[in-house]
């Protein structure tokens, strides 16, 4: 079946570091990827997404590129802030299906 | 838009008793989903409703949770009797379309229950 599989965390970083979160799935058919951002005490937040092949997520610093020949869509941020401390969920949506399949989140920590 | 809207957003209660949490989705979403957040098991899939029907709720751990979709604004989540190890946060989300579609869902600021 479909799944997501996140680097484990947590994660930690001086800020202004590159962040790095690595994400691969498995899908049968042309899945819709999509990045999560929970913050303390909050429900998830849509960060980003990508519903096709070579598209190019972005928002609010953070990207991602859909991967179809690595199955993979990692999330990256050039600089860190104190602000991103966050849990962050890959997840997928395929075709055909009406679930969306979360990874196991991966906790970020930004030291100033 | 306000949002998906869950209520309460903490619980206490004793084991045996009956919890009910309850949610507001998007208006216009034909989508809803619950789950539930812990530790150990991340966040998990309970049920899917699509236009007010369940449709998949294979996630449900076990006789004592219920939930029902009465309309299309508003639906519940029962846990009855309530034990200690169903302290978790709870989820609802909704989705314009549901999964398979370009559409996300979209998450409420959950419930957090804590059953002594």
């Known amino acids: 079946g479909d799944s997501v599989t996140q680097m484990e965390g947590p994660v930690t970083l001086s800020e202004e570091a590159f962040l790095t979160i690595n994400c691969t799935y498995t899908?049968?058919?042309?899945?819709?990827l999509f990045w999560y951002v929970q913050y303390p005490g909050e429900g998830l937040q849509l960060l980003l997404k990508?519903?096709?092949?070579?598209d190019k997520g972005s928002n609010k610093g953070f990207e991602a590129t859909y991967r179809k020949e690595t199955t993979s869509f990692h999330l990256e941020k050039g600089s860190v802030q104190v602000s991103d401390s966050a849990v962050y969920f890959c997840?997928?949506?395929?075709?055909?299906?009406?679930?969306?399949?979360f990874g196991t989140g991966t906790r970020l920590k930004v030291l100033a | 838009d306000a949002g998906v809207i869950q209520s309460p957003r903490h619980e206490v209660t004793e084991m045996g008793q009956e919890v009910t949490l309850r949610c507001k989705p998007i208006?216009?979403?034909?989508?809803l989903f619950w789950y539930r957040q812990t530790m150990m098991r991340g966040l998990e899939l309970l049920i899917y409703?699509?236009?007010?029907?369940?449709?998949?709720d294979s996630g449900m751990p076990e006789d004592r949770f219920s939930a029902k979709m009465p309309n299309a604004s508003f639906s519940t989540l029962k846990i009855q009797p309530s034990e200690p190890r169903d302290s978790a946060v709870y989820f609802c989300?909704?989705?314009?379309?549901?999964?398979?579609?370009?559409?996300?869902?979209?998450f409420g600021q959950g419930t957090r229950l804590t059953v002594v």
């Open positions: 989300a909704s989705s314009p379309q549901g999964g398979g579609t370009n559409t996300e869902a979209f």
């Open positions: 899908a049968t058919g042309y899945p819709s």
């Open positions: 990508a519903t096709k092949a070579d």
């Open positions: 997840a997928l949506s395929d075709q055909g299906t009406y679930k969306y399949i």
């Open positions: 208006s216009g979403h034909n989508s």
């Open positions: 409703f699509n236009n007010n029907v369940p449709i998949d």
